[in-house]
Structure formats: structure tokens, C-alpha cells
């Protein structure tokens, strides 16, 4: 199984001198140099579960950019195993070694297959699966961007009891929800956990309380800038503002956001005063290869 580096630290990044708050960023990101971040901790357990089932090729789902795809390719290859990649769009077929993320898929030893939009919103169809079965053979699915109750497993070790005792609030960028169900599942209930969603709506309170039935947590759904992979000019000169003052690559798609977010609330006085604040850097930077920030997962 593959091995994380030296676990991520919480690196203080942030003061408001007025009201004593402080924000740290948990460098997920720094876990694996090819399985980082909410993906190490999401991917965990589905291979030990993987390789426990005799499983000789996992097959996944995503976008033409999804973070969730080279993952899934890197671990693959670390770990023995063939890989499948079910791509959003037919049209990408012949752009493989424009688009990083695929390229870099597919280095790995990725087999990507591209299917039709609207074939892929059959991605959770029984009947479509076996479908796949019967062209690819026998393999083990792994959901899009890695959501399940083994990942949410996985996610529920990001929090060290360390964070636990040492932080108010816990904050997170929120895809499918699993990551954050993790964390609501392991944090203590005298935290607050913050969920900063990357997708327009509410659709996903509903997708969280699918994995955990405790309530000290909430969704902050004013970050999402337009939409799933949209971004404005504000935010994109906010990346670039904090990239120059602390070091730290960042990307648009989900930790600028929750980051964005946070520094607004701060600012608008949303936390009490002394608060200390731990977010959640959950990796993604391949995405930062390409400006083309469209297809995320």
C-alpha cells in the first residue's frame, strides 16, 4: 500500500491583531507527492479493501481536469493495479496530450474511455456498470471523486487528537462531501466544522447527512464563485496575494475558495474573538498545470 511522507503540519499563516484570531493551514497537500491531500485519506482504505477482494484493476469516474483521476492512476501504479478512467465527454478523445491532468492519467498506466455526457450521468446505473463489466472485465469501482463509505472512513484520520483539543472551528473545501463527513464524524463537538462548497446549491447538506448524523457543522454557500470550476478576477488576484505572501501554491478550484471565504468571514466578524481556526489544504495542484479551469472533480 502506498506510504504517506511526513504527515502534513499546521502551519500558522494568518493573525487578526483586533480580536486575537488565528488561522492555520493542515497541509494535506504535502502527505504524498502524487496522492496528496483529501485523496490520500479518500483512496486509503478502498485499495486495502481492493486488494482484499483480489482485485486486479480499479475503475473510476471524472472530468477532463479531475483531481480525483490522476489519484486514482498514481495509486494504481504504486500499488499494483490496472487502472480505468471513465472520462465526462467524447469530444476529448483525441486532446489527451493537451489536458495535463489526462496526460498525466494516462502516464501512469491509466486506460481512459471516453463516453458521452449524457452516458455519464449513468455513472451510478446498475445497469450501466455492468455494462462496463462485461467490456472491461471484472473490476473494482471506486465512485466519482472518490466518495464513499470507505473514503469517508479515510477522512475521518485527517484530524489528529491533537487538532481536536487545539482548534474552535475546522474548515474544508466541499466536493461530493466526503471529506468533510469524515472530519464532522472525528472532530469534537465543541467544534464548529465549515464546509466551503465548490458547487452552486444546496444539493449538498443532503449528500453530507448521508454519512454522518451529527450537526455541529454548516456550509458557507456564498464561495462558489459562480459555479463548480467557475472563478472571478476577485478571487484569482486573491490566490495570487496569498501565494506571494506566504509561500504556500494554492489552487482556484477548492482551497482558494474555502480560503477566500474564510478571510472574508473573519472580516465581516462571523468568528468570536480568540478563535483559532484550522483549514484544510486538501491538495489538488495538478489542476494548476492547465488554465483552463473547467471539469473539475
Same mark, same amino acid.
Given at each position: 500500500?502506498?506510504?504517506?511522507?511526513?504527515?502534513?503540519?499546521?502551519?500558522? #499563516?494568518?493573525?487578526?491583531?483586533? /480580536?486575537?484570531?488565528?488561522?492555520?493551514?493542515?497541509?494535506?497537500?504535502?502527505?504524498?507527492?502524487?496522492?496528496?491531500?483529501?485523496?490520500?485519506? +479518500?483512496?486509503?482504505?478502498?485499495?486495502?479493501?481492493?486488494?482484499?477482494? &483480489?482485485?486486479?484493476?480499479?475503475?473510476?469516474?471524472?472530468?477532463?481536469?479531475?483531481?480525483? #483521476?490522476?489519484?486514482?492512476?498514481?495509486?494504481?501504479?504504486?500499488?499494483?493495479?490496472?487502472?480505468?478512467?471513465?472520462?465526462?465527454?467524447?469530444?476529448?478523445?483525441?486532446?489527451?496530450?493537451?489536458?495535463?491532468?489526462?496526460?498525466?492519467?494516462?502516464?501512469?498506466?491509466? %486506460?481512459?474511455?471516453?463516453?458521452? /455526457?449524457?452516458?455519464?450521468? /449513468?455513472?451510478?446505473?446498475?445497469?450501466?456498470?455492468?455494462?462496463?463489466?462485461?467490456?472491461?472485465?471484472?473490476?473494482?469501482?471506486?465512485?466519482?471523486?472518490?466518495?464513499?463509505?470507505?473514503?469517508?472512513?479515510?477522512? %475521518? *484520520? #485527517?484530524?489528529?487528537?491533537?487538532?481536536?483539543?487545539?482548534?474552535?472551528?475546522?474548515?474544508?473545501?466541499?466536493?461530493?462531501? &466526503?471529506?468533510?463527513? &469524515?472530519?464532522?464524524?472525528?472532530?469534537?463537538?465543541?467544534?464548529?466544522?465549515?464546509?466551503?462548497?465548490?458547487?452552486?446549491?444546496?444539493?449538498?447538506?443532503? *449528500?453530507?447527512?448521508?454519512?454522518?448524523? /451529527?450537526?455541529?457543522?454548516?456550509?458557507?454557500?456564498?464561495?462558489?464563485?459562480?459555479?463548480?470550476?467557475?472563478?472571478?478576477?476577485?478571487?484569482?488576484?486573491?490566490?495570487?496575494?496569498?501565494? %506571494?505572501?506566504?509561500?504556500?501554491?494554492? *489552487?482556484?478550484?477548492?482551497?482558494?475558495?474555502?480560503?477566500?471565504?474564510?478571510?472574508?468571514?473573519?472580516?465581516?466578524?462571523?468568528?468570536?474573538?480568540?478563535?483559532? #481556526?484550522?483549514?484544510?489544504?486538501?491538495?489538488?495542484?495538478?489542476?494548476?498545470?492547465?488554465? +483552463?479551469?473547467?471539469?473539475?472533480?
Amino acid at each position: 500500500m502506498f506510504s504517506p511522507h511526513d504527515s502534513s503540519v499546521n502551519q500558522h #499563516i494568518f493573525v487578526n491583531f483586533q /480580536r486575537g484570531i488565528q488561522l492555520h493551514l493542515k497541509r494535506t497537500d504535502l502527505i504524498h507527492p502524487t496522492i496528496s491531500g483529501n485523496k490520500y485519506h +479518500k483512496l486509503k482504505y478502498n485499495l486495502i479493501e481492493a486488494k482484499a477482494q &483480489g482485485a486486479k484493476t480499479l475503475l473510476t469516474f471524472g472530468g477532463a481536469y479531475s483531481n480525483h #483521476i490522476t489519484a486514482v492512476a498514481a495509486a494504481g501504479k504504486e500499488c499494483g493495479f490496472e487502472t480505468i478512467g471513465i472520462i465526462r465527454g467524447e469530444e476529448l478523445n483525441d486532446k489527451i496530450h493537451d489536458n495535463p491532468t489526462l496526460r498525466q492519467a494516462q502516464d501512469n498506466g491509466m %486506460q481512459l474511455h471516453f463516453i458521452s /455526457r449524457s452516458d455519464y450521468r /449513468r455513472k451510478a446505473d446498475a445497469e450501466f456498470i455492468e455494462q462496463l463489466k462485461s467490456k472491461f472485465g471484472t473490476f473494482y469501482l471506486i465512485p466519482e471523486g472518490g466518495t464513499n463509505a470507505l473514503a469517508v472512513k479515510g477522512c %475521518q *484520520e #485527517i484530524l489528529t487528537e491533537q487538532d481536536k483539543q487545539d482548534f474552535d472551528y475546522v474548515c474544508c473545501a466541499v466536493g461530493t462531501g &466526503g471529506t468533510i463527513a &469524515g472530519m464532522i464524524n472525528s472532530s469534537s463537538e465543541k467544534q464548529k466544522v465549515l464546509g466551503f462548497p465548490a458547487l452552486k446549491g444546496d444539493f449538498l447538506f443532503d *449528500e453530507i447527512k448521508q454519512w454522518t448524523t /451529527r450537526s455541529h457543522w454548516d456550509l458557507c454557500l456564498d464561495y462558489h464563485f459562480g459555479g463548480y470550476a467557475k472563478t472571478t478576477p476577485e478571487l484569482l488576484e486573491f490566490i495570487q496575494n496569498f501565494q %506571494q505572501k506566504t509561500n504556500i501554491e494554492i *489552487e482556484p478550484i477548492y482551497t482558494g475558495k474555502m480560503l477566500f471565504g474564510i478571510f472574508d468571514l473573519i472580516a465581516r466578524g462571523y468568528f468570536t474573538a480568540n478563535s483559532q #481556526i484550522l483549514a484544510i489544504h486538501t491538495g489538488g495542484l495538478q489542476g494548476n498545470l492547465s488554465n +483552463k479551469f473547467s471539469g473539475y472533480i
